[in-house]
């Protein structure tokens, strides 16, 4: 059985003729510094990477925006 792949790195189709493609951005911001210490202590204590919980938390709050 195939592991799936997280979201961050499933491929996208673009068309009939194009491959599948891994679509990845890569984003700056700022945030306040208490934020950021809080980020970096939650990643440590999960285990879960810096990369992973900020698409999850951006992926979470869009959809409730959405709503």
Same mark, same amino acid.
């Given at each position: 059985?195939?592991?799936?792949?997280?979201?961050?790195?499933?491929?996208?189709?673009? $068309?009939?003729?194009?491959?599948?493609?891994?679509?990845?951005?890569?984003?700056?911001?700022?945030?306040?510094?208490?934020?950021?210490?809080?980020?970096?202590?939650?990643?440590?204590?999960? $285990?879960?990477?810096?990369?992973?919980?900020?698409?999850?938390?951006?992926?979470?709050?869009?959809?409730?925006?959405?709503?």
């Amino acid at each position: 059985m195939q592991r799936q792949r997280p979201k961050s790195e499933q491929a996208v189709r673009v $068309g009939p003729d194009a491959p599948n493609l891994k679509l990845v951005a890569q984003l700056a911001a700022r945030v306040p510094g208490e934020l950021a210490l809080r980020l970096r202590r939650f990643c440590q204590e999960t $285990g879960q990477s810096f990369n992973q919980t900020v698409a999850e938390a951006l992926e979470k709050y869009l959809a409730k925006k959405k709503r």
